[in-house]
């Protein structure tokens, strides 16, 4: 299975689908990593506090792929912002994951109350000089955060993953995202915990396609410009998920499935949330 690939702003080119790891630990873990690999998965998305990144490095060794056919995300945790501390933040996930690079950092939150995160940017920025990360970009930032990135450093994040679903469809960010050549990563791209998956819309476009409801979902995520990394652990989840490349929703299904907004479901608003 061939997947397409989003073309980042630094350079390199990004699956347009990927595996989310959150959950995935000690040897079932690596096995479940290694299935997706199997499955064709080639974007594994990890973060330091996932406490899985020795499970994400020792699946990428286990694959059997070049490394370069793989592209591994990790993430900086809130109590390592700070200019050296974001440095020595990342050598602690290049040790977990022995890999020589990192194909996408992220600053996993933006902890604006601490006010940190333009120094830990400012040191990502000289990571990707050296050579260890490949692409650099942010998760969970809106607009006035990623604005002030720009307006300090003048470079502006590959990425930002964000809560996004069709109960949260966030149109105005992907809008913003858009206009600034900012890739758009979906985490809980399928609404983990809430109904989604049983509503009319969902279910309606599933069957006029042959596929399952959470197929019709990751595909909405396709034809809205978003990168979607879905988690599980079972390979035939696994296999079904990636399986969205061959079918497009109509205009109405996508306009159908995106009027199930209702909000976010995690409570996690950037401008407040703090997770260290």
Not at 31 to 55: F, H, K, M, P, Q
Not at 80 to 97: P, Q, V, W
Request: charged share 25%; proline share 6%.
């Amino acid at each position: 299975m061939t997947i397409p690939s989003h073309q980042l702003n630094d350079g390199p080119r990004i699956p347009a689908l990927g595996l989310g790891t959150y959950g995935l630990r000690g040897d079932e873990g690596v096995s479940s990593l290694v299935a997706a690999i199997d499955a064709g998965y080639r974007l594994l998305d990890t973060a330091l506090n996932y406490e899985n990144e020795r499970e994400v490095g020792e699946a990428v060794r286990r694959s059997g792929l070049d490394r370069d056919e793989l592209f591994v995300t990790t993430k900086l945790p809130g109590r390592h912002h700070g200019y050296e501390e974001t440095l020595a933040s990342f050598e602690e996930s290049r040790g977990n994951l022995g890999l020589d690079h990192v194909d996408l950092y992220l600053i996993h939150w933006p902890l604006p109350r601490v006010g940190k995160f333009l120094d830990s940017w400012r040191a990502m920025i000289e990571l990707r000089e050296r050579g260890l990360v490949r692409s650099i970009g942010v998760s969970n930032f809106l607009p006035e955060h990623l604005d002030l990135l720009e307006a300090e450093t003048g470079v502006v994040p590959a990425v930002n993953q964000v809560e996004l679903h069709p109960r949260f469809p966030q149109a105005e960010q992907r809008e913003y995202h858009e206009a600034h050549g900012i890739v758009t990563e979906s985490w809980s791209p399928l609404g983990k915990g809430s109904d989604l998956l049983e509503q009319d819309a969902v279910r309606a476009a599933a069957e006029a396609h042959g596929v399952t409801p959470a197929q019709a979902v990751l595909r909405w995520h396709i034809e809205v410009g978003a990168l979607p990394i879905p988690k599980s652990g079972d390979p035939e989840r696994q296999a079904q998920n990636l399986d969205v490349f061959g079918f497009e929703l109509t205009t109405e299904e996508v306009a159908s499935i995106t009027r199930l907004e209702t909000g976010r479901l995690w409570d996690a608003d950037p401008a407040t949330h703090e997770e260290f």
